[in-house]
């Protein structure tokens, strides 16, 4: 038998490897080798890594399979959870469930191939392009592929907002190749996407900032510069909102703020610097935001002399 067996192989290429099929029956039947999905075999037992999933998820799919969704976006290294419940969206068809240490594989195969899911790997089917991107020798889609694609399965706005603003901000994708995928996606396109999007165009590049937009809109202020450059004695800051005739900025506050002492440090010289410059430096936690937008709001109209 030449050469050594890859960890993950099809049935089929087992037996091209000369690997006799009662041997792997055997192996199967006694558990000394895995088959999580039909005709894909791990050449060993217990749990898989996540790279043996990914794999095991290509082999299912295919030559023409890409890695999509979470799945590509985690290889991108944007911040994002494989599922952790089924997703039932467009294009899915077959049983798949939730395997008990680790999240769901998802991949994308032409329209027209009829794959079903199987197991933990969750097949979409897509009339775009895929691609011929590799990351880690993994055939994958690329970021704005997969986080558009990733934005039109949500079932809340934020986490459109949270995918959108998180390649945005890795520096992953640009807004031309983002705006470029979801016009491919024609009608299929969501509100919550286009907005998204939109807000993006404006330099809004978190989802803080979009939950303060709605504030600002829905007390009738007038549009600020958003992600504005503010020179300082200590250097450049960017606030997330600035009116700059008012000399007033806004700042929404995330969870992602103060994780440390030093963190909170230095955001409280950054405050002083900015405020240093004579600009009235308004801060918003994003909860706030999102319950008491009208207070807020109010807040603002006060420091505008509205």
């Known amino acids: 038998m030449p050469g050594a067996l890859p960890c993950v192989s099809h049935r089929t290429a087992l037996a091209e490897r000369g690997v006799d099929r009662n041997r792997?029956?055997?192996a199967l039947r006694t558990g000394r080798w895995l088959e999580p999905v039909?005709?894909?075999v791990v050449l060993h037992s217990g749990s898989l890594s996540r790279r043996e999933r990914?794999?095991?998820?290509?082999t299912w799919a295919g030559p023409a399979g890409r890695l999509s969704h979470t799945s590509a976006l985690w290889l991108h290294r944007a911040r994002v959870d494989e599922p952790r419940a089924a997703p039932r969206v467009a294009g899915v068809r077959g049983s798949y469930e939730e395997p008990e240490d680790a999240g769901l594989v998802e991949v994308s195969v032409?329209?027209?191939r009829h794959?079903?899911?199987a197991g933990f790997v969750v097949?979409?089917?897509s009339r775009r392009p895929l691609g011929d991107l590799t990351i880690a020798g993994l055939p994958v889609t690329g970021a704005a592929r997969a986080a558009v694609d990733v934005a039109v399965s949500a079932r809340?706005?934020?986490?459109?907002?949270h995918v959108v603003s998180d390649v945005l901000q890795k520096d992953l994708t640009d807004l031309s190749e983002l705006a470029g995928e979801t016009r491919a996606l024609g009608r299929r396109a969501t509100p919550w996407l286009r907005q998204t999007l939109t807000d993006a165009l404006r330099g809004m590049r978190s989802v803080g900032e979009a939950d303060l937009r709605r504030v600002v809109v829905a007390a009738g202020l007038p549009e600020p510069e958003w992600n504005a450059t503010i020179s300082t004695a200590l250097g450049d800051f960017h606030l997330d909102a600035y009116w700059r005739e008012q000399r007033v900025g806004a700042e929404a506050d995330g969870t992602q703020f103060h994780l440390s002492a030093q963190d909170w440090q230095a955001d409280l010289r950054r405050q002083n610097a900015v405020q240093g410059t004579g600009v009235r430096l308004m801060r918003f936690p994003v909860p706030r935001l999102r319950t008491d937008g009208l207070n807020c709001g109010r807040e603002l109209c006060t420091a505008l002399g509205l």
């Open 123 to 125: 097949v979409h089917q």
């Open 24 to 26: 792997i029956r055997r």
């Open 115 to 117: 794959l079903k899911s």
């Open 110 to 112: 032409p329209h027209g």
């Open 38 to 40: 039909p005709g894909v």
């Open 156 to 161: 809340r706005r934020q986490d459109v907002e």
């Open 54 to 58: 990914h794999l095991v998820a290509l």
